[in-house]
């Protein structure tokens, strides 16, 4: 059963290269114009959302992007800073012990720390008040690749399992109570609709494991239209063959067809498997703008056709 | 003598699991003895190649002589549990080792396990004898570090000095090591981690104290071999922002590491259709469809080319911008974009016109075997 209050911390993941960034910064937008107070939180690969809102960078701490909208990037190295420094109290200790020669590879080298770091910050984002009221009323996770964002995840529960008591075991334990929550934490899954990453989508379904209660709903991104039907292609099959660059041109339109055909059977069988709803975003990449240049506006545009409401956030 | 080695890196979603079964295909069809190790959990491989399961033993892809191509999948707990066997002084300092609870965590859920193991097998199979050729498919680049420095990190984590320390008590000079006080590290480490913890991590060095030297020197072999002359790291992009803004990240990270660059390999690069003329659909069609009906297809038809057209310019110059901020000269190899059906008639040799071989890879004359 998908609870239906809208979790305040929406995880955005799916594997590299089928428009996650694009998918968190067009939800992120959208929040915002609907004048939640927002923010949106970069973890993974290269940094991608300065270029969209025209900023020069981001930092540890949100940057305003947008009326409501506030963005920041997350590294391990900077959350684990945070963490310590919380903890200890002294920033010259953290110095003294972390940026240490014989101390770095040991941290490094504690299972899930990092990724449980970051799951620390966004907890922290979670609890931030702000004249009383929560700070954030949305906090968007443009999570890292899947097996990873799966893993990050996971994090905090592998780490209470390992530490089983102790101070850190119940930081993480506090972090996986908002986390693990389904009424608070919904995760939105991205991929492209074609056949081998809808597969790959249903196969991360079947993985998900305890996180499978947060699981709001699928992006199938970059969907294409077909410009001619399959009756109307066929009319004129034959007389585009006998011009010159028309074979190529006839392929282009059969395979359009195909992809539209095939965007149809992965919607299908993806609510057949996982039972939450889909969603199908266009690609952007036809439309006027020249492609790379996506910027603020074409984004909000994407998270005006996200259904809020069917997907519970 | 060690295999000749290429490793193609890139962000996810490039294709760069198809591309390193492909471009192994090519090179095995060349006559050498290939082997192909993908990490990616996808499972993917086993597909585009034509083979039932791959798994951590090598299966061999049929395929007619002279050259051979076996594909494995790395099974990294397996890998790391071997490498465990083999450095313990005995049996049973082995088995405290893989007993180990922190071992279990470290083996399979420690982020960057995967990619130290991988070099390790890496390694293993390059130093078998049984290849000319290993090309191996890596994790997404946002593990591009992890990846690289894994073994170095390993090392680092296995020095004596670590292992001192930490499994000396306090005043014994393990301390010492970290040029603190003792009283503050103790405090610090159990503020964050809890005394059992603690106690438990130090219990794991302890076991796996025997194998450190072993390890390290596993290590540097892998170093040598990832800078050896005939090693190329490839970098896969497709032509999207995203992608290769990685891919520029990475080249910075081989760059600086000083890892051997051997060039671009661009995926799905989008073709431009010659324009169409509707009017010359019209009069082509005249004999069987009505010229009204003809022209509106044919106007959505020539939408359909003018897309493809910008699109396909866009990408020539991501390309440029690309190739600009890599080394001068470097060479880049383009994978037009493929039609799906054709490719599951061709299969993955379909690609090769648009591969490097042997040659493009190491030099003229510099035969794979």
Known sequence: ?313 | MSAKVVICCGSGGVGKTSLSAALALRLAHGGARVAVLTIDPARRLADSLGVGAIGNEPVAVPMPGPGSLDALMLDARHTFDALVRRFAADAAAAERVLANRYYQFASTRLGGSHEYMAMERLLELAQSGRYDVVVLDTPPTRHALDFLRAPERMSGLMDQGVLRWLVMPAGAGGWRALEVGSDVVSRVLKTLLGEGTVSEIAEFFEAFRGLGEGMRQRSLSVQALLRAPGTRFLLVSSPSAASRAEALHFLSVLRAEGMPFGGFLINRVAVPPRELVVGDLVAACAAEVQPEVTAAIGLRLRGLCAQHGRLAAAHQRAIQTLRSAGPAGAPCWEVPEQDEELLELTGLSGLSPHLPDADALWGAGSSAR
């Open chain 1, 1 to 313: 059963m998908i609870p239906r209050t809208a979790p305040r911390v929406v995880l955005v993941t799916g594997k590299g290269g089928v428009g996650k960034t694009t998918v968190a910064v067009a939800l992120a937008l959208r929040y915002a114009e609907r004048g939640l107070s927002t923010v949106l939180v970069e973890t993974a690969g290269a940094e991608l959302v300065p270029g969209i809102f025209g900023v020069e960078g981001q930092g540890y701490t949100p940057t305003l992007v947008a009326p409501g909208l506030w963005t920041l990037r997350l590294t391990p190295e900077e959350a684990i800073e945070d963490y310590v420094v919380q903890q200890v109290r002294f920033r010259r200790l953290y110095s003294m012990v972390f940026k240490n020669r014989v101390m770095g590879p040991f941290i490094d080298a504690v299972p899930g720390l990092h990724d449980a770091v970051q799951l620390g910050k966004i907890f922290d984002l979670y609890r931030e008040s702000l004249g009383g009221r929560p700070r954030w009323d949305r906090i968007v996770v443009d999570a890292p690749a899947t097996g990873h964002g799966l893993t990050m995840l996971g994090s905090a529960r592998a780490l209470m399992d390992l530490t089983r008591a102790g101070p850190l075991h119940d930081g993480v334990k506090q972090v996986q109570d908002v986390i693990g929550d389904p009424q608070r934490t919904g995760v939105l899954l991205v991929t492209l609709p074609e056949s081998l990453p809808v597969n790959e989508t249903i196969e991360l379904g079947a993985r998900l494991g305890e996180s499978r209660a947060l699981l709001r709903g699928v992006v199938l991104n970059s969907a294409v239209s077909a410009p001619v039907t399959a009756g109307e292609l066929r009319l004129v099959e034959a007389g585009l063959s006998t011009l010159p660059g028309g074979e190529e041109v006839a392929r282009l339109a059969a395979r359009r067809l195909r992809q539209v055909a095939a965007q149809e059977g992965a919607a299908a069988r993806l609510q057949a498997a996982l039972s939450v709803p889909t969603v199908t975003l266009p690609d952007l990449r036809w439309g006027d703008a020249p492609i790379d240049r996506l910027g603020a506006a074409e984004l909000s545009n994407l998270g005006g056709l996200l259904p809020l409401a069917e997907l519970g956030l």
